[in-house]
Structure formats: structure tokens, C-alpha cells
């Protein structure tokens, strides 16, 4: 834990490796075994809180005008927030943090 109270990956994974040399992993650790680009296999220990099962977002694809407000938007100001943002969104068809 860090000294704002969450967990970091890096604590977690020094955490999991200390308990390596015992039977049982604590309840955040994960290990998985993978194959190397030579065909060795090896286990690393990683902290569950990766979410590693949770299939990836789709990637958005634009339209090319949409790509073009948004560029031209970027290159006006590169923070779009607000009621600007939310305008942005609803001319262009898409989410505020597609905007973002």
C-alpha cells in the first residue's frame, strides 16, 4: 500500500515474489506460465489486481471529418472540457471521452 491508501502493481509484485519461497501465494497473487521468444517456459507472479482475463476495449475508428474536427479542435486548444467537450461530442456523434 502506498501512503495514499491504494495498492501499486510494483508493491504488489515485490510483495507476491517475497512469498515465492512458500507453498501458498497470498490471495492477490497470480502466477501464470508463459513461453519465452527461445520456447523455455517460465512462471512469473503477478498481482491479480491486473485483470489479465478482462477482454481489451475495441478501438474506436473515425470517420475522416470526425478526425478533422478533432484535430483542428486540438490545435485551437488541447484541453477540450466542459460544454465544449460535451458539444464536440454530440456534433461528431461520439462520447466525451472519445472526445477527451
Given at each position: 500500500?502506498?501512503?495514499?491508501?491504494?495498492?501499486?502493481?510494483?508493491?504488489?509484485?515485490?510483495?507476491?515474489?517475497?512469498?515465492?519461497?512458500?507453498?501458498?501465494?497470498?490471495d492477490?497473487?497470480?502466477?501464470?506460465?508463459?513461453?519465452?521468444?527461445?520456447?523455455?517456459?517460465?512462471?512469473?507472479?503477478?498481482p491479480?489486481?491486473l485483470?489479465?482475463?478482462?477482454?481489451?476495449?475495441?478501438?474506436?475508428?473515425?470517420?475522416a471529418?470526425?478526425?478533422?474536427?478533432?484535430?483542428m479542435?486540438f490545435?485551437r486548444?488541447?484541453?477540450?472540457v466542459?460544454?465544449?467537450?460535451?458539444?464536440l461530442?454530440?456534433q461528431?456523434?461520439l462520447?466525451?471521452?472519445?472526445?477527451?
Amino acid at each position: 500500500k502506498d501512503q495514499q491508501g491504494t495498492f501499486s502493481a510494483s508493491a504488489a509484485t515485490e510483495d507476491c515474489n517475497k512469498s515465492k519461497s512458500s507453498s501458498a501465494d497470498p490471495d492477490y497473487c497470480r502466477r501464470i506460465l508463459v513461453r519465452d521468444a527461445k520456447g523455455s517456459i517460465r512462471e512469473i507472479i503477478l498481482p491479480k489486481g491486473l485483470d489479465l482475463d478482462r477482454p481489451k476495449r475495441t478501438r474506436t475508428s473515425f470517420t475522416a471529418e470526425q478526425l478533422y474536427r478533432l484535430e483542428m479542435e486540438f490545435q485551437r486548444c488541447q484541453y477540450v472540457v466542459g460544454r465544449e467537450r460535451t458539444e464536440l461530442a454530440r456534433q461528431l456523434n461520439l462520447s466525451e471521452t472519445q472526445v477527451a
